[in-house]
């Protein structure tokens, strides 16, 4: 028999887990029957398929094929991660990979470089923003129908390994070769900061990875320096990662002694709690939290953490609602078991974990969408708690468990500017494919652009980005419709800046822009400004 991948689901179904700090581990739960342990039964299982079946068999491909359909038997978030995946899962919480360091986007079937990141492999042979990628290593990648992940297989490797580029340059009517040494580059978690006014600052957090709290209390200190005295922390799409970041992050805005997580096990056994120690930076500002139903996990504990002691504000529409914690267990053959080990509790005691039912993985992925059918992105009122998980913050408001975070300032989705122009030219991805192409015919004009405004000063006049775009988009079969293009103007013509000045600047010049027109963030600076960010927090 094939010993290895025996061992492989041995030591998936046996794997001993161990309580210490942030692990949050415990012994697997291991039953017992007359005829033996289970993991045992299904060893002898692949060993009679590998003796006996008609048929030579790959055991290898069986246990990979098995494992999902196991683990459905548990919750939505306990699952495997095979090897050839690890690498790229890890990379995204961890902070850095091993690249060339570019953006790029596949447009029009060609890899086309979109930013270089400074001080990148990339930037230091003369790699360029607009530069087209038509070979990889003596292979022919534009006209071939190449996805994204497949350029990121292509770019990424070993820190040293080189990688052989032929580019296309509009200055160059001949093919540019590069040789490109791939290093370390950074995973950023922080897509944008800025002054929204002279004493609000802005920080959009995009995932809780290793190196999160260190670029968010840095982002956070370079407002101060420039007058910033409240914050607004955008948590809307941030899907969590890991415990320890958020704690930290909380703790920054708490005083001494007010808690901010607990975690219980099996049977509610108390595993972890975490207080503030008093030494937080930002204790003195006010703050608001920006929540949607795709902030998760990490994103729930530092919200909860705030809300609950009356600290801060939450603003926007209720959370996903994941309240489980995971820990990374590796396998013999590099690939690994992400299993929950506990449950985590805010503040007040309430467990946020939204409810599941076994074995129906999809159903729980579509909750979201049965939101949205429910009219909970319009209206508070179709929101329906459990009285029986009603709990109190530290000032006696009330606040609901057993289904994310409901903010204390509920700002429906705007759908103002809406209209059926505006759906047809999103559906088609037109917005994007007109910016992008816009920008890369106008990088000479944005040369001297250092900021969203100096680049919004060199943008023709609205009407005249609008009529271009409309006949772009009515070339690519979306005809003209002024009635709903008026209707859908001031949406229309504001994305586009934004799309533009990410192509030309990058993301943070996208987020400067975009925020201008958003209804959740000018619902939070009114709150700052009015006072009901004050703390601690009152029910408004």
Known sequence: MNRKFSNIVLSLLAVTLFSGGLALGYALHRNTTENGRPEAKIGQILEIISDNYVDDVNLDSI???????????????TAYIPAKDLADVNADLE???????????????????VEIISGGPAEKVGLMAGDRIMEVND?????????????RSLLRGPAGSKVDLKVKRSTSSAALPFTVTRGEIPVTSIDASYMIDDSIGYVKVNKFGRNTYEEFFTEMTMLRAVGAKDAIIDLRGNGGGFLDVAIRMANDFLERGQMIVLTKGRDGELLYASAANGSGSFRSARV?????EFSASASEILAGALQDNDRGLIVGRRSFGKGLVQQQIELPDSSALRVTTARYYTPSGRCIQK???????????????????????FSADSIKFDDSLKFQTTSGREVYGGGGIMPDLFVPSDTSNYSNYLTSVINAGLLHRFAFEYTDANRALFDGATSSDELLEVLPSDDELLRRFVAFAAGKGVPARWYYINLSRPLL??????LIAR??????AYYEIANRRDNVIERAVRAIRDGEADWPVKTP
């Open 493 to 498: 013509v504001n994305q586009l800046k934004a």
């Open 355 to 377: 409810p599941w039912q076994t074995g129906h993985n999809d159903l729980y992925a579509a909750e979201v969408y049965e939101r949205y059918l429910a009219g909970e992105a």
């Open 139 to 151: 292979s022919l990648v534009a006209g071939q129908g190449i996805l994204a992940d497949g350029v």
């Open 63 to 77: 246990v990979e094929a098995s494992i999902p359909s196991l683990l459905k038997n548990l919750d939505p978030h």
């Open 95 to 113: 902070g850095a990979f091993s690249g060339v360091g570019i953006s790029f986007q596949v447009m029009n079937d060609t890899i086309t470089i």
């Open 288 to 292: 608001v939290v920006l929540m949607d």
């Open 503 to 508: 192509d030309a600047l990058g993301i943070a």
